[in-house]
């Protein structure tokens, strides 16, 4: 898995051509967070003097977290990958957890599935994951090979979607890693539509960055590739139409690659890769036997391209400002309310609303104009937002470096369990989440959260017990009686004394994808009161769940296991 999470990227030892300005550090001056845009450090120096410093700070926060391994970083090790002062790291992350984008436990910081929401607002305003994403799955079954889409992201490219095969030495990427132009099948193929001024700037960061550092998701570059490879495999791409990855990434993995174009302006929107591994394809193989198959998937795409219903605008997420005002008025100094009101910019994008004006951004988040124009400053200079000709800004896929790469892994396990953790602690019993089967038979339980009171020790993750027996496994057959009800008790049926509550979760579409349960002793609370005390926190957990699902699947298949 290439997903490699080194901190140390090219922002930390300047190797960066690209303005990557996202270290906003405190040399000196531990400025007050709220506190204009000070040049503090030569990263704060090139920032425009109305960019807002808090709001850099945190994209830098989320950045370094997106970079380090699993999504976490202790907060002194948060404190040394920004360079930030402790007490602007405090209060960063203390924002960032009550917006639920990071979770704090302890001394640890961790990404929270709800900031997926940024990539999402891209990914959605982008519309060409929900109209392209069921042809490449579609593909991917076909060939029983990967498949991916990449839009081009500078020099760089970047996943939009990802159609998985699950197999040994199958190797992939994630949605929004980035990887150098030069080192795949689809980089020759954006290539072709470079300006003069893009090649220079590629030379340039080739030239200073001789590692590949700034691309933590790729292996380091081998030395002794010329610039002028990828030049000649450019030319071949205009002239072919496709463009091979030969293990220029790592030994083993080969790609195969065609542009999808877009039907108005006949532009590569993005590009189609099949990708393998040379114990199934060699390279001139994967083209041979593959490409007729890849072209006609793709032809089909620039179809559905061409005859897409107008976008959909979503309402805009209403009350935004209010709630961080709410926020500031409870949490006071920790609430950093700058840095969250020019998160919620990002969100007022989406499906319908990819170009915006100021007025429409001010509008879609309840700020004042003012505040909104120093966010999309802000954004600007940190490259997550472009300004278009006629006045109005758009998303970059950069948004995607937001969290987005190690969270689209994140299992339904591992969504529920700080929330079944949460309600073990509060209802002092122990929580549980479950599948069924494949049989439909037996039910398995994929996250658990005991409290000091353990009973039942015998189930962990991975027992299997059958369903039919269990509150667990009667929310999940969905017996008429029990769906109608919304919840299964069950008394002493499988173990004497122990009686349990569980409740259905629903994935976006509805479907009952999991259940959650209590399990206590009989003897500690009536059936009564624990319809009364229990099930109504329960069904709370079950909605944070949900909503936290709803999110993370939105635009990835969040694994059930
Ligand atoms: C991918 O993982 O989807 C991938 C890898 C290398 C490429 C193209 C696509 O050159």
């Known amino acids: ?16 051509a690209t303005p990557d300005a996202d270290v906003p550090t405190e040399a000196t001056a531990p400025a007050e967070a709220e506190a204009p845009a000070e040049a503090v450090t030569p990263a704060e120096a090139v920032a425009p003097a109305e960019a807002v410093a808090p709001l850099l700070r945190g ?44 979770r704090l436990d302890g001394r640890d910081v961790t990404l929270a599935p709800r900031l997926m929401e940024l990539g999402n607002a891209y990914l959605a305003a982008l519309r060409l994951p929900a109209l392209l994403s069921s042809r490449a799955d579609a593909l991917a079954d076909e060939l029983d090979e990967s498949v991916s889409l990449a839009v081009a992201d500078r020099d760089g490219i970047r996943f939009i979607h990802q159609a998985t095969r699950r197999r040994a030495m199958s190797l992939s990427f994630r949605i929004g890693d980035l990887l150098p132009a030069e080192r795949t099948a689809p980089g020759p193929l954006f290539a072709t539509e470079w300006t003069r001024s893009d090649w220079h700037r590629w030379h340039e960061r080739r030239a200073t960055d001789p590692k590949d550092r700034a691309f933590p998701a790729v292996p ?17 791409a205009a002239a072919d139409g496709w463009a091979l990855d030969d293990q220029l990434i790592e030994p083993g993995l080969v790609a195969l690659s065609v542009p999808v174009r877009d039907p108005r302006t006949g532009r590569v929107a993005c590009v189609a890769s099949v990708v393998s591994h040379t114990s199934r394809h060699t390279a001139p193989d994967l083209r041979a036997s593959l490409l007729p198959r890849l072209r006609a998937a793709v032809a089909t795409m620039e179809d559905d391209l061409r005859t897409a219903p107008p976008p959909h605008p979503g309402p805009p997420r209403a009350g935004l400002a209010t709630w961080t005002g709410a926020s500031k008025q409870e949490l006071g ?11 919620t910019v990002l969100t007022a994008f989406g499906e319908g609303r990819s170009a915006l004006t100021l007025t429409e951004v001010a509008k879609a988040t309840g700020l004042a104009r003012a505040t909104a124009r120093r966010a999309l400053i802000t954004y600007e200079h940190a490259g997550l937002v472009t300004p278009t000709p006629d006045r109005t800004f758009t998303l970059t896929p950069r948004v995607l470096s937001l969290g987005f790469p190690p969270l689209s892994r994140t299992s339904l396990p591992e969504i529920a369990q700080p929330h079944l953790t949460a309600l073990a602690n509060h209802v002092h019993e122990s929580t549980s989440l479950a599948v069924l089967s ?4 037996e039910i398995q339980y994929t996250a658990r959260a005991s409290t000091a009171r353990v009973l039942s020790a015998r189930v962990t993750v991975g027992t299997r017990l059958p369903a039919h027996a269990t509150a667990l496994g009667r929310v999940l057959l969905a017996l008429p009686e029990i769906r109608a009800q919304g919840y299964a008790l069950v008394d002493e049926e499988l173990e004497a004394g122990l009686r349990s509550v569980a409740v259905p979760v629903h994935d976006r579409t509805g479907r009952v994808v999991a259940a959650v349960s209590v399990a206590m002793h009989a003897a500690r609370r009536t059936t009564a009161a624990c319809e009364a005390e229990i099930l109504p926190e329960l069904s709370r957990t079950a909605g944070h769940i949900e909503a936290d699902l709803r999110v993370a699947g939105r635009f990835v298949t969040v694994p059930p296991t």
């Open 1 to 16: 898995m290439p997903a490699n999470t080194t901190n140390d990227t090219a922002a930390h030892d300047g190797a960066a």
């Open 59 to 102: 994209i830098a926060v989320l950045r370094r977290l997106t970079e380090a391994d699993g999504g976490a970083l202790s907060l002194s090790g948060l404190e040394r990958a920004t360079g930030l002062a402790r007490s602007t790291v405090d209060r960063l992350t203390a924002t960032l957890a009550r917006m639920g984008y990071v």
């Open 220 to 236: 380091p570059r081998e030395p002794g590739t010329p610039d002028e490879d990828f030049e000649h495999r450019t030319a071949s």
């Open 333 to 343: 100094r920790e609430f950093v309310e700058s840095l969250a009101r020019g998160l």
């Open 438 to 441: 494949d049989s439909g038979e």
